[in-house]
C-alpha cells in the first residue's frame, strides 16, 4: 500500500484550520492509501503515527514508527499558507523525487499573491478590480489612495493565506491603521477599488475525463466582507447552489476552467468573484481551500452527489 504524506499546520495563522482539514481529508481518502498527517512547525515536523508523534526526517522524508523505517511515497500539502499554499513544500518535495497531488511551485506561488495573480489574469482579459501594489508602509499617501481607488476600498496583505489582516476602509482617516495591520500579515498588500455586488465561488478540479466546475456557492456575509469571522466562526451564509440565474452560473463555471488552466492548476482550486451587473470579477485563487466539514468545498460536492471518498479517487486518478 502507497504512503501519502498529508502535510498539514503551517506558518500562517490558519494552523488549526489546516488540521481540521486534514482530518477530513484522512478520514475520507480512498482506504487503498495509509495516509500519515504530518504537522508542520517553524521549529519542527511531526508525524502523527499510532505510537504518537514521532520526528520527520526532512533529509530521507521518512520517520520511524514502531522501529519501522517508513518514507512516504506521495505528497498531498493542505497547509492554507506559508509553506504550502505558496509552493515551497512542493518544490521540496520535488527535490527529493516524490510525487505529489497539489499544484506545482511556480502556479502555487503565483496563486498565492494577490497582486501578481490578478495582474497576470488581467493580462488575458480576466476582470479584476483595479488595485494598487504597496510594499513599505508610507508608499503612497491615503489621500492618493483615495483619490484612485475611492471609498470604500480594501486592504490586504498581498502575499499571504490568511484571512487576518483584511479590512474594509470606509473614510480616508482609516487607511493607515489598515495598511499596518496588513503589512503585520505580510511583506507586500494590495489595496483594491470596491466591487459592489453578489459574491459566489467555484471549485475546479481535474479528473481523467477533463475539468469539472462544482456548484456554486453563494457567500452572504454577515458582517462588512468575508472575513476570517465570517469565514470560520458561522457569521456568514453560504448557500450552495448560488441564486443567480443559470447564464451567470455558466459564465462563472467556464471562467473558473479557463483560469485554472492558464494558471497551469491541478488538484481542487477554489476561485472567488464577485458579480457586479453579472460581469464575474476575480476576487482571489485558492489552492488549498477548507476542507473541514464546515468547509465551502465539501458542501459543493454533497450539493453535486459526490463523496468525498471518490472525488479524492478521481484527483488520484487524474493526477498520478
Known amino acids: 500500500m502507497k504512503i501519502v504524506g498529508l502535510f498539514c499546520g503551517g506558518y ?3 494552523y488549526d484550520i489546516s488540521l481540521k482539514s486534514a482530518t477530513t481529508i484522512k478520514t475520507h481518502f480512498p482506504k487503498e492509501y495509509i495516509v500519515y498527517k504530518i504537522l508542520v512547525r517553524e521549529n519542527k515536523w511531526q508525524v502523527e503515527s499510532c505510537s504518537g508523534l514521532v520526528s520527520f526526517d526532512l533529509n530521507t522524508c521518512s520517520f520511524i514508527e514502531n522501529k519501522v523505517y517508513i518514507r512516504i511515497d ?9 509553506p504550502g499554499e505558496n509552493g515551497k513544500i512542493q518544490a521540496f518535495l520535488d527535490l527529493h523525487s516524490i510525487p505529489y497531488l497539489n499544484s506545482g511551485p511556480l502556479a502555487s506561488a503565483l ?5 501578481f495573480c490578478n495582474q497576470f489574469l488581467k493580462s488575458f482579459n480576466v476582470p ?12 503612497f499617501s491615503a489621500s492618493f489612495i483615495c483619490s484612485e481607488l475611492g471609498l470604500p476600498l480594501f486592504v490586504k496583505p498581498s502575499d499571504s493565506g490568511s484571512s487576518y489582516g483584511i479590512s474594509k476602509v470606509k473614510s480616508l482617516g482609516e487607511i493607515p491603521t489598515a495598511i499596518t495591520n496588513a503589512f503585520a500579515e505580510g511583506k507586500s498588500i494590495v489595496l ?15 479528473t481523467k475525463k477533463g475539468l469539472i466546475a462544482l456548484p456554486l456557492t453563494e457567500i452572504a456575509s454577515e ?3 468575508f472575513d476570517y469571522d465570517a469565514k470560520y466562526n458561522g457569521k456568514s451564509q453560504e448557500i450552495t447552489p448560488a441564486r443567480i440565474s443559470e447564464k451567470v452560473k455558466s459564465q462563472v463555471q467556464e471562467r473558473s476552467k479557463y483560469i485554472y488552466e492558464l494558471l497551469q492548476l491541478r488538484s481542487i482550486a477554489r476561485i472567488d468573484f464577485m458579480l457586479v451587473k453579472d460581469e464575474a470579477f476575480v476576487i482571489e485563487v485558492n489552492t488549498t481551500p477548507g476542507f473541514s466539514s464546515e ?3 465539501p458542501k459543493m460536492l454533497a450539493c453535486e452527489g459526490k463523496s468525498i471518498h471518490d472525488f479524492w479517487a478521481e484527483i488520484i486518478e487524474a493526477e498520478l
Open 295 to 297: 468547509s465551502i468545498v
Open 12 to 14: 500562517s495563522s490558519e
Open 74 to 82: 506521495i505528497g498531498l500539502v493542505y497547509i492554507h499558507g506559508n
Open 223 to 225: 458582517n462588512d466582507f
Open 111 to 115: 496563486s498565492f499573491d494577490k497582486w
Open 128 to 139: 479584476v478590480a483595479k488595485s494598487i501594489f504597496m510594499t513599505c508602509e508610507d508608499q
Open 192 to 206: 483594491e477599488s470596491f466591487l459592489d455586488g453578489i459574491e459566489v465561488t467555484c471549485g475546479v478540479y481535474r
